[in-house]
């Protein structure tokens, strides 16, 4: 179901989002479990490293590559702004920012939430997070990004690519993970 689901939300074939899974399973990077009854029961960090990997990879056999550079992101207080998010640590991840806000629609304490308008944007190859959205009638933005040694910019790029998705994907996919 939650393949499916991710499919559906980001407009992406299902035999696309079946191989990064199969990725993300064999790195270890999502729930293993048997088959049928014995079968593993999805997780919303499950979710949010499949959504990473299928919005995040240039190409599928590099899922294990995108969740580890994009879900390991550190939230970035000083370019945010706002220095904190409810209920996260100030030393949260990105990866984890995105399993909470699933698992807030799975658990239902978003799932009336219309006031909730966001937009997501992974950017590679300098791997950087972005959270654009208003809640609540308050505009806000989160980035997310690695540390730099002191001193040092990151090298410059001219060429980046963005990946962007909003609130209804991981809506999507936290209903799906109620079922």
């Given at each position: 179901m939650l393949i499916e689901s991710v499919a559906d939300a980001l407009g992406v074939d299902v035999?696309?989002?079946?191989?990064?899974d199969r990725n993300l399973l064999i790195a270890g990077l999502r729930t293993r479990g048997g088959r049928g009854r014995a079968a593993a029961r999805m997780t919303p960090n499950d979710a949010a490293n499949l959504i990473i990997a299928v919005a995040g990879a240039d190409q599928v056999q590099n899922s294990v590559v995108a969740v580890q550079n994009f879900a390991s992101l550190r939230f970035d207080p000083i370019r945010s702004s706002s220095r904190e998010i409810p209920g996260l640590s100030a030393k949260h991840t990105f990866g984890e920012f995105l399993a909470e806000f699933i698992e807030g629609f799975r658990s239902g304490d978003l799932a009336g939430a219309s006031n909730i308008e966001l937009e997501i944007k992974l950017t590679r190859p300098l791997y950087e997070a972005e959270i654009v959205g208003v809640f609540d009638g308050s505009q806000w933005s989160f980035k997310y990004s690695r540390p730099s040694p002191k001193g040092c910019d990151p090298p410059g790029?001219?060429?980046s690519i963005t990946a962007t998705f909003t609130h209804r994907t991981p809506w999507q996919v936290g209903e799906a993970l109620r079922i």
């Open positions: 035999a696309t989002v079946v191989t990064h790029r001219e060429l």
